[in-house]
């Protein structure tokens, strides 16, 4: 999947790579999507979860050995 901008997360745990993906999606304008890359398996759960509450639209995920690649389109501001 192609992405706009890339926030690496990797090593960090629950709860900052939800934190460091809302500051990172306040700075992009709608429509562009951004890729998370982290090693905490929460992240699985959570940042679906976290698109439902902030209204923000959860595209998928793509795993490669312990990188988990997430992919959020930002929908508003």
Do not use: N
Not at 1 to 24: E, F, N, R, S
Not at 36 to 64: H, K, N, V, Y
């Amino acid at each position: 999947m192609k992405a706009d901008t890339t926030l690496d997360c990797y090593g960090l745990l629950c709860p900052m790579p939800i934190i460091q993906a809302a500051k990172k999606i306040k700075a992009m304008k709608p429509g562009e999507v951004l890729e998370i890359l982290s090693t905490d398996p929460g992240i699985r759960a959570d940042m679906p979860a976290w698109c439902r509450t902030a209204g923000q639209e959860f595209l998928g995920i793509e795993e490669d050995g312990e990188v988990i690649r997430v992919y959020v389109r930002k929908v508003r501001e």
